[in-house]
């Protein structure tokens, strides 16, 4: 059966929490996707809203395929200069609940898919495993070889064939990581829970994710954002207005 809990039940606040909590602690099989938001308390920019990065079109374009045909030294700089933010950065209390709790199914036998819109590489630093629907910053392709090297994004050739590098990551206009996109797919029906944290929802990626899971496969869908928009409250049964951070109390239920 599904509820949306927030403003849509006749039951008393305490009741929804107690609701909400026993999504977390019945749940054995976890699919988690997270945004800008998560990393917001660590110190870095989210993307939508009046102040993200892409809030204006100016800055939408700069970080885009077309504009990396255009003018490869801009958007390397605009890189390089998030991934040094990043990497200025520590893991959120939100980053190290989501480790713990994938740890904690898995020893139970158990699962947590945790797939990330992020480019930060904050969730590795924090010891989960994560399929990067984004890509990292922290990683660099050869557009002929298609060879992975780690270091700083710069105008050097390729180590392995002397092509052109560029950041492993998907900018505007790129289609997103295949193989993330996959597994997330494929983990989809076998799922007691969906969770999307710290995003806007604006994407047609989760807003898909979100209609699989409530039309196909009877899996509970949370929201947990800061600023919920009546549109994703409709994608979600659940949808918890709150920082990020605040999700390590729910996590702690299910342990």
């Known amino acids: 059966m599904k509820t949306n809990l927030m403003g849509r039940s006749s039951t008393t606040d305490s009741k ?14 976890v699919v988690v996707i997270t945004g800008a938001g998560i990393s917001a308390a660590a110190g870095l920019a ?5 102040t993200g990065l892409a809030s204006t079109d100016d800055m939408t374009e700069r970080l885009s395929g077309r504009h990396l045909e255009a003018d490869p030294e801009d958007v390397r700089a605009f890189v390089t200069g998030m991934a040094d933010d990043a990497a ?6 939100a980053h190290f ?14 699962d947590l898919t945790l797939v990330t819109m992020n480019i930060d590489g904050l969730h590795e630093r ?3 495993e994560t399929l990067e629907l984004h890509g990292s910053a922290h990683r660099l392709r050869c557009e002929q070889c298609a ?24 900018l505007y206009g790129e289609r997103v990581m295949v193989e993330p996109e996959w597994k997330v797919k494929r983990a989809l029906p076998d799922a007691d829970l969906f969770l999307a944290i710290g995003t806007s929802v604006e994407t047609g990626t989760i807003s898909s994710w979100a ?24 994608q979600f049964d659940v949808v918890i207005d709150g920082q ?3 999700i390590v109390e729910y996590i702690a239920t299910s342990r």
């Open 88 to 93: 200025r950065c520590e893991p959120t209390a």
């Open 147 to 170: 060879a992975m090297h780690a270091g700083p994004w710069t105008s050097d050739p390729c180590r392995s064939c002397g092509g052109q590098v560029r950041a492993d990551v998907v």
């Open 211 to 234: 209609r699989f899971c409530r039309r196909d496969y009877d899996v509970p869908t949370v929201l947990f954002s800061l600023d919920p928009s009546p549109a994703a409250a409709e």
């Open 126 to 128: 924090a010891g989960a």
């Open 16 to 29: 929804r929490n107690l609701e909400r909590q026993h999504l977390f602690a019945d749940a054995r099989r």
């Open 244 to 246: 990020a951070d605040e």
């Open 97 to 110: 609940a989501l480790a713990e709790w994938q740890r904690s199914l898995r020893a139970k036998g158990g």
């Open 46 to 50: 989210t993307f939508r809203g009046p």
